[in-house]
């Protein structure tokens, strides 16, 4: 995926200049290939009555709850995605 318009040019050292991109205006094919099959949330939640951690896909389908922040983390570490916590 090239982000880079291409009227940005190269620095004095030979690199490319950064480009900043607004990522709410990504296709969904853009997403896709900066791993958001790879991406997990990870939000506080209550579930019947008691608190918990929802872990859902980074097109926000529910995977799985569970009962302390460690343990989703773990969760989502050990099926190789990447987590990012949601407040």
Same mark, same amino acid.
């Given at each position: 995926?090239?982000?880079?318009?291409?009227?940005?040019?190269?620095? &004095? $050292? %030979?690199?490319?200049?950064?480009?900043?991109?607004?990522?709410?205006?990504?296709?969904?094919?853009?997403? *896709?290939?900066?791993?958001?099959?790879?991406?997990?949330?990870i939000k506080p939640v209550?579930?019947?009555? &008691? $608190? %918990?951690?929802?872990i859902h896909a980074a097109?926000?389908?529910?995977?799985?709850?569970?009962?302390?922040? *460690?343990?989703?983390?773990?969760?989502?570490?050990?099926?190789?995605?990447?987590?990012?916590?949601?407040?």
């Amino acid at each position: 995926m090239n982000m880079n318009p291409s009227n940005q040019s190269d620095d &004095a $050292s %030979g690199m490319p200049s950064p480009v900043v991109v607004d990522i709410r205006k990504l296709s969904d094919e853009q997403f *896709a290939q900066l791993g958001l099959a790879r991406l997990a949330y990870i939000k506080p939640v209550i579930v019947n009555g &008691a $608190s %918990g951690f929802a872990i859902h896909a980074a097109d926000g389908t529910p995977m799985a709850v569970a009962g302390d922040r *460690a343990v989703a983390m773990a969760a989502v570490v050990q099926h190789e995605m990447v987590p990012a916590l949601v407040h």
